[in-house]
C-alpha cells in the first residue's frame, strides 16, 4: 500500500510543471471567519483543494458545531478511552462540512500558569499527555481527517511568542518537550505537524534543519507533512532546506519569485521541491482526499452522540478543589435558597480565545440555565446577582462564577483580578456557605482567599453543554472524578518558573491586546531543566496549594495489599504491579490510581517520581477491586546528556501508587539488572 501510494504520489507531481510545484509550496490565503486555511487546487490532474479548520476542541468553520469542553478538561479525566471517542467526534464535525485537515492537536507542555493557551493542551506531564494524545489523533485519523500536532516545540508561553527564544537543555527537551511530539509520530502515526512560531536555543523553529529535519525526521522517522504556523517564517533559504513542507497561510517567504531565485543560483535542486510536494501529497493519498468527495453531510446525524460525549468528558474532567463541612453536594442538604453571583453564571465563556476557542453559538448552556434546570425540579429558588448583595444572607449556599481571559498570543497574569478577589471575600462575609466556580485553563492563585469559601470547583472552559455536568455534580447526580493535570502552586516564589520566564518588570495584561504586537527578541531561560511541576516540588520540599493528579469525590477510597510479581527485573521483563482498592464509603464513585517511579541509584539527577501509569476505576459502595498495572524498562529509562542517549542503569526502583503526586499510599521496591553485562 505504502509503495503504491508513493508511486501514485510521484506519478503526480512528474506531471507538474515547476511552476506548480512552486506555486503548491503555500496556500491559497486566510480570510477572517470564512478561511483559515487551504491547499491550491490542480484541477487539470484532479488535485483538490484541502480545507483546514481550528482546532483541537471541535471544527471552527464547521456550521452549527458543537464545541467541545476545553482538552485540558479532556486531560483531567486520565481516560484514554474517553480521548478516543472526543478525537472521533471532532474529527466528525470537521468531515461533515469537509474540512479534513485539523489544525490540532496541541500538546505544548504546560509550563508555566501564565500562558495564554494552557486550556488547548494536555497538562504538565508528559506521560499523561502522550496516553491521551495517542487515542485522539488515531481516532480523528481513522475517520478521514488529518491530524496536526502543534506546536512543535518549545512553545510553552504566548507573551511576544514571534520574539521569544526558549533556552532549553538536550536533556530537558527529550524529557519534558519532546515526547508528545515524538509520541504522536512513532506511536499515533500522526500525518501533520506545525511548526511553532519561537526561536529554541537561538534558532527560528519553523525552519530549523535541526529540529525537523535531524530530529523530527530522521531520528524520529516522521515522513509526513510539516507546515509553518500562520506567517512564522522570515528566511526562504533556511525554510526550504530545513525540511519543511508547506508555508500557510499563503506563500511570502516561500513564494515563487524567491524560489526561483534559490534554483537560479543552484542553492536548491527541483528534486528537494518534490520531496517537499511528496511530503505533501503523501498523507493526502492515505486520506482519501484525492478520491473522495471531502465532505459528508450525514455525519450531522451523529451530534446527539457528539453532545453526550461532550457532556461526559465534562462529568469527567470536573476537578472539585475544596469540599470543606461537605459542603457539596447539594442533595445532601435542605437547600431551598440559592443563590449565584457574577456574570461567569449568565454569560458563561465556553471557550478561551485564538485559534483553539469559538462561539458555541445560540446552544451554549450556561451554568445559570443548567443549575435552575435541575433546582427547579426540586423546588430551590435560584436567584442571580452580577454581584453581591445583602440578600445573600438568606440564601443557603452563594455560588461565585469566576473567569479569565486566556487567549492565543497572550499570557495572563496568575492572579485574579482586584475585583473578583473583593467579590470573593465580600460574597463570604456575607454568606458563610460559599462556592467558586472557576472557568480557566490553567492555574491560578488561591492561597489568599482559600480560606474565606468552603468549596472551590475547576469547571474549565465547559464548551456548548459542559455547565450540564457542573450542575449534576453540584447537586450529586454525578460524582466529580476529575484529577488537576498540573500543579497548582501557592505563590510564584516557590515555583520552578520564578525568574526563569519572562524579563524583569513584565507587566501581563488582562485583556488581549491585538495580534499586531513586537518586540525586541528576549531570552525564556528554562533553567529548571527537566524540574517541572510536580517533579519541581519533590526536589525542593516544597507543598504546593493543590498537587498534579489531586481532586476530590464524595465517596472515600482506601488503597491496600500491594505486590510485585518479582522484585527483580531484566531487559525484556514487565514487572507486574497489583493492589486493591475499595470504595469504604455509602457512594457510587470513580477514583483516579497513579502509578509513579521512583529511580533511587541513579548516577545523574532525577526527579524523585515520574507518572508511569494510571487507571480510572469505577466503584460501587463498600466494593472492592484488585486493579494489575504493568511496568518495563522503557518506564525506568532518563535522559544523558553524558551519553546523549536514553539510559537505564543497573539498580534500585521504588513503585509508588497514590492518588495525586503528594498523596502516596503504597510503595516497594525492586531492582533492575542489564542482560547486558552477563
Sequence with gaps: ?????????????????????????????????????ETQPLPRLGIPVVKMTDATSGSKLTKDHILFPAFICLAATFNPELSALYGRAVAEQCKADGYRVLLGPGVNMYRVPHCGRNFEYLGEDPYLA???LVPYIKSVQETGVIATVKHFVANNSEHYRRNSNSVVSERALHEIYFPAFKTAVQEAGVKAVMTSYNL?????????????????????????????????????????????DLE?????????????????????????IDQRLINIFKPFCEAGLFDEKHDDPPLRNNWPQHKNIALETARQGIVLLKNEDAILPLQKKSIKQMA??????????????????FDPGEKLVTYLDAIRSIASNKDI??????????????ADIALIFLTMIEHEFMDRPFHLSDTQIDLIRHTSRLNSNTVVVLSVGSGVEMASWINDVKGIVYSWY????????????LFGEMNPSGKLPFSIEHAENETHYFGNYLPENTELSREFQGWNRGAPNFDIHYREGIFTGYRWYDSTSIQPLFSFGFGLSYAIFKLDNLSLSSDTITDNDALTITFHISNTSDIDGTEIVQLYIQDIDSSESRPKKELKGFQRIFLKADETKQIEMKIDKNNLAFWSEIKRNWQVENGSFNVLIGTSSSD?????LFSYVSLEKF
Design 462 to 473: 465547559p464548551g456548548t453543554y459542559g455547565a450540564q455536568a457542573l450542575a449534576e455534580i
Design 200 to 244: 529554541l536555543n537561538g534558532e527560528w523553529v519553523g525552519q530549523s534543519k535541526h529540529l525537523i529535519t535531524e530530529i523530527l525526521r530522521n531520528e524520529w522517522g516522521f515522513d509526513g507533512l510539516v507546515m509553518t504556523d500562520w506567517w512564522s517564517i522570515n528566511d526562504t533559504e533556511k525554510a526550504i532546506t530545513s525540511g519543511l
Design 1 to 37: 500500500m505504502k509503495t503504491h501510494t508513493i508511486n501514485r504520489v510521484k506519478n503526480l507531481i512528474n506531471q507538474m510543471t515547476l511552476d506548480e510545484k512552486i506555486n503548491y509550496l503555500g496556500g491559497t490565503g486566510f480570510v477572517n471567519g470564512e478561511k483559515i486555511g
Design 340 to 357: 449565584l453571583i457574577g456574570k461567569n453564571a449568565l454569560q458563561t465563556a465556553a471557550s478561551g480565545g485564538g485559534a483553539g476557542g
Design 248 to 272: 500557510m497561510p499563503s506563500a511570502s517567504i516561500l513564494g515563487r519569485k524567491r524560489i526561483q531565485k534559490l534554483l537560479d543560483n543552484g542553492t536548491i535542486s527541483e528534486e528537494l
Design 664 to 668: 502516596i499510599h503504597l510503595q516497594a
Design 381 to 394: 429558588n435560584v436567584a442571580y446577582y452580577e454581584t453581591p448583595s445583602h440578600d445573600i444572607n438568606n
Design 130 to 132: 502522550c496516553k491521551m
